[in-house]
C-alpha cells in the first residue's frame, strides 16, 4: 500500500465546477503539500500546511491531521486549471526535503 | 526572485557522450535537489545538497555525478547513461529546516533522450 494515496487519479470537469481531490496519508508528517504540474514539466507549490486550512484566488486546501486527510478544492474551475495536482507529505522525522509523493491527479477542465 | 531556472531546456545525447544540466537560483536557499520523473509518475529524489555538501544519496548510479560549486548553483554531469535514463530531470530549492516542513521551489526541468 502507498504512504499517500490521492483520488481521483482522473477527473474531467466541465468549466465553471467545483472540484475536489483527496489525499490521504499512513505516516505522521511535518506538513503536506500540494503541487501543480502542467504538461511540458515545471512544478509549481501551491500549498504546504500542517493544520486547517489555507486558501489563495480559487485555491483552497484544508488538511484533517487526526484523520491523515487533506483536500485540494478548486472553486469555478477553469480550462487553464487543467494540469497534474499531486500530494506530496514530509514524513515526521524525515531526512532533509525528504517528500513521499502520491501519484497524482490529472484534472481536465473543458471549456 | 522566487525563480529557479534550469539549462538546457531539452537535451538529447548518446551513450558514449558527456553532458551536464545546470541549475541556479538566488533565493538563498541552503539546501537544493535533484529528482528524476518518468512520463506518469512521480518524482523520484536523487540527491540533497545542504550548504553545497551531499547530504543524500538515493542510491543512483555513479553515471550521474552531481556537483554544488556554490550556494547558487547546481550541476548534474552525465555519463554513460542508458535509454532508461531518458527523463524530465527537475531541480528544486529550499531553506534548511525541518524535514520536509520547507517549501520547495523547483525549475521548468530538462528533457533528456538518451539514444
Known amino acids: 500500500k502507498n504512504e499517500v494515496e490521492q483520488s481521483p487519479q482522473n477527473l474531467t470537469a466541465q468549466e465553471g465546477e467545483f472540484i475536489t481531490i483527496n489525499c490521504s496519508y499512513s505516516v505522521g508528517i511535518s506538513a503536506l503539500h500540494w503541487l501543480q504540474q502542467h504538461p511540458g514539466g515545471g512544478i509549481v507549490s501551491l500549498f504546504m500546511?500542517?493544520?486547517g486550512k489555507k486558501k489563495h484566488g480559487r485555491l483552497i486546501a484544508t488538511i484533517n491531521i487526526q484523520e491523515k486527510h487533506s483536500s485540494l478544492h478548486i472553486t469555478a474551475s477553469h480550462p487553464r486549471d487543467s494540469a497534474v495536482y499531486i500530494c506530496?507529505?514530509?514524513?515526521?522525522?524525515?531526512?532533509?526535503?525528504?517528500?513521499?509523493f502520491g501519484k497524482g491527479t490529472k484534472l481536465s477542465v473543458k471549456p | 526572485d522566487t525563480e529557479v531556472t534550469q539549462t538546457p531546456k531539452h537535451l538529447v545525447m548518446g551513450m558514449t557522450n558527456k553532458k551536464s544540466l545546470k541549475c541556479e537560483q538566488h533565493?538563498?536557499?541552503?539546501?537544493m535537489y535533484w529528482y528524476k520523473q518518468k512520463a506518469k509518475k512521480p518524482p523520484e529524489l536523487m540527491f540533497v545538497y545542504s550548504y553545497e555538501k551531499l547530504s543524500i544519496n538515493e542510491s543512483v548510479p555513479s553515471r550521474f555525478s552531481p556537483e554544488c560549486p556554490n550556494s547558487s548553483l547546481l550541476n548534474l554531469h552525465l555519463h554513460a547513461l542508458q535509454p532508461e535514463d531518458s527523463a524530465l530531470y527537475l531541480c528544486?530549492?529550499?531553506?534548511?529546516?525541518?524535514?520536509?516542513?520547507?517549501?520547495?521551489?523547483f525549475g521548468p526541468g530538462t528533457r533528456l533522450t538518451v539514444l
Open positions: 506530496a507529505v514530509g514524513p515526521y522525522g524525515g531526512s532533509q526535503g525528504n517528500l513521499i
Open positions: 500546511l500542517s493544520s
Open positions: 528544486a530549492s529550499s531553506r534548511l529546516g525541518l524535514a520536509g516542513y520547507n517549501e520547495q521551489f
Open positions: 533565493m538563498g536557499h541552503r539546501a
